[in-house]
């Protein structure tokens, strides 16, 4: 997979770009004066992220995903990623045929659904997985490959199906490795050493 440099990212006018951020050469951008990245954050290939998107450190987005921010907007909360091939959306048409549908039709003759999601702190959603227009997936959500996410989660918890549903609390181990490794990142800042 290669990278787009720190010089390509530059000119590409991001709201806000940490560093270190790795973004797939053949990720495609819209939008990118909406978009904030955090530190040590990676898009991968054959990726769409447009919108209104925020995205804090060390989140991951995988291969064959979709970002759709539209007016509402997306936010990654740090350490939050999304597995191969997730679709994340904020707005959708209504589909009970009271209204016309898609974005060639005006806006006076829909009737769209727009509603922000959040992709809370160690949250992970798994491979295949839909995320619906006003979902906020908690602190320490994980969601099960081919979940449909249509309804907000509660912290630390296992959500898998369609529509997903609560299967068990999840442990809270990694926040100890959180806390070591954000450590260990000071460390080599205060000493000089490259992050």
Known sequence: MAFLNQQELDAMGFKQLGRHVQISDKASIYNPDQIEIGDHSRIDDFCVISGRVTIGRNVHIA???????????????????????????????????????????????????????????????????????????AEGTSVGAHSMITKSTEEWSVYFGNPAKRLKSRKKGLLVLEAEYLAAERNRADSGEPA
């Not at 921010?69 to 091939?85: C, K, M, V, W």
Request: proline share 5%.
């Open 63 to 137: 291969v064959f995903c979709n970002v759709a921010g539209g007016e509402p907007g997306i936010t990654f909360g740090d350490f939050s990623g999304l597995a191969y091939g997730c679709h994340v959306f904020t707005q959708s048409d209504d589909y009970g045929g009271d209204t016309l549908t898609n974005p060639t039709v005006p806006d006076a003759y829909k009737r769209e659904i727009k509603r922000a999601v959040v992709i809370g702190r160690h949250a992970i959603v798994g491979t295949n997985s839909l995320v619906f227009p006003g979902v906020v997936l």
